[in-house]
């Protein structure tokens, strides 16, 4: 999420209004810009103010041509509960956005870290410097999450004339992994120490690689657990649900098929649905 023409005219909009707020702009801006929001606080929170206003007037708006058409109580409910509903939302939704997407971004970095120390070891036994390595670092798309923060580094030192150790220090914290952090608090250590680095980065491929390894035996493990559950539930036991029914049915003389009904069109979609978001999360995937 970029700072564009609507978000800076909110900023300027609610100015005075957080002028007044004493609120710590280093630390709220740090967790936008762990989130990846190029915004500074008070342009993202003038545009969730500005965003509450806006789905305010429109949902009241709306509901009260509805009302205007038709005239009765369970309109006048409709209008008074979305009027409520939907600013409320809005705000939840934008409030809780930068903690998730910052919550996402460390578990794509998290997931493509042992390679990346993998990638920067190879480039340090040929002698290549840091900067030189996160810079083409930051060309790589494969590597997800990590490219950005790679970028963001080559960033303080190429435009910004930071040396490595201070622009590492930026990086580490604006960083939403906490394995990221340390990665490069022990660059920063052994650049300080004047130190080797290849020793450093090959023992970080072996603990990464070793926790990647145990990482995804723990997640085929619950996910063969899942497996065994999806079928039991949503499978084998409406299967049963059904036979037992119909036998029921021709002793007692008759079925009602309300319950079928609504065990076919809610109950196993509602199950699929909690399966699916269960095995996404399990195999540590964005949900």
Known sequence: MKSTKYTRF?????ASTFQKLNVSETSKNNILAKAD????????YSMILMNI???FIASFVSTLVLYLLIPNSI???LMLIITSLVPVLIGVVYLQLPSSKAKARGKNIDRHLPYVANFVNTMSVAGISPSEIFGTLAGIKLYGEVQKEAKKITTEIELMGV???NALRKAIEISPSKKFKEFLQGIVAVLQSGSELAPYFAHCVDRYMYDDLSDRKKNLDSLAIMAES???T???FPLFLVIILSVMG????????IFLYIISLFILPLAYLGFYVMMKSGMGEEV
């Open 53 to 55: 206003l806006l789905g």
């Open 37 to 44: 929001i190029s915004m500074v606080y008070q342009e993202y």
């Open 10 to 14: 909110c900023r300027q909009l609610f």
């Open 234 to 236: 949503v499978i084998a």
């Open 230 to 232: 999806f079928v039991t």
């Open 163 to 165: 040396d490595a150790i």
């Open 75 to 77: 309109t006048a409910l």
């Open 250 to 257: 021709l002793t007692s003389g008759g079925i009602d098929f």
